[in-house]
């Protein structure tokens, strides 16, 4: 098993730009989600997922977007990055009410 | 609103000293996990234990310890006899439970320096 994978490792932006994080998982597992890592705030939850087609907003979810259109498959999207977005961002996933597994990061850089 | 506290923002500790990471949490559920995760200086986050509500006997594993209880709010991580590897942010966490799965509440994270 692969676990969470997570595409790119590190991406730099021109305010304005858009792209997509990719996430995948390889577990059959329900539950995904995003958070991103900011310095002297641990992690905050963005979007999660219960299952495909299923998707609900975290804490701190403007500015994002997701869906889930297959149960391997989580992305996320910045429509129109900003500075504030520049963070670390991972992708977790586990079976329902079990412990969460987290991907390996990709580092954005918003300039 | 569910909180997670880890006042710590940074330990240094001599290599082979006990470190102890407070963690303290708020929530109005009566069935909730706390975790504490690892992350070192590579990035990833490491699971390290998921202990539920109505389970508060303290868990040893090596030279790890918690210590869970309800009355204080309080889920503390002891690492006894601390080695260099030990040196990475960690993060206290608690779940909101939602159906289907589960939304996790981070700690700012403590960071822990051990020195040879």
């Known amino acids: 098993n692969a676990g969470v994978t997570q595409t790119p490792k590190f991406q730099v932006l021109k305010t304005g730009q858009s792209m997509t994080l990719q996430c995948a998982q390889d577990?059959?597992?329900?539950?995904m989600s995003w958070y991103r890592q900011d310095p002297g705030m641990g992690l905050r939850l963005i979007h999660y997922?219960?299952?495909?087609?299923?998707?609900d907003q975290g804490e701190v979810p403007n500015g994002y977007n997701v869906s889930r259109s297959t149960t391997e498959d989580f992305p996320l999207r910045l429509l129109s990055a900003a500075p504030s977005q520049t963070s670390v961002y991972f992708c977790?996933?586990?079976?329902?009410?079990?412990?969460?597994?987290f991907g390996p990061g990709t580092r954005l850089l918003v300039l | 609103a569910q909180k997670v506290t880890q006042a710590q923002t940074e330990i240094s500790v001599v290599e082979k000293e006990d470190v102890t990471l407070d963690c303290v949490y708020e929530?109005?559920?009566?069935?909730?996990?706390l975790f504490w995760y690892k992350q070192p200086p590579s990035g990833e986050l490491v699971f390290l234990i998921r202990?539920?509500?109505?389970?508060?006997q303290n868990e040893i594993s090596g030279r790890y310890s918690w210590n869970f209880q309800k009355s204080t709010s309080s889920f503390n991580f002891t690492i006894t006899a601390s080695q260099v590897v030990d040196s990475a942010v960690y993060f206290c966490?608690?779940?909101?439970?939602?159906?289907?799965?589960?939304?996790?509440?981070f700690g700012a994270g403590t960071i822990l320096r051990v020195k040879s």
């Open positions: 977790a996933s586990s079976y329902p009410q079990e412990t969460q597994y």
């Open positions: 577990m059959n597992h329900e539950y």
């Open positions: 997922s219960v299952g495909a087609g299923i998707t």
């Open positions: 929530t109005r559920d009566t069935t909730y996990y």
């Open positions: 202990r539920n509500s109505f389970d508060e």
């Open positions: 966490a608690l779940s909101e439970a939602v159906e289907y799965g589960n939304k996790l509440v």
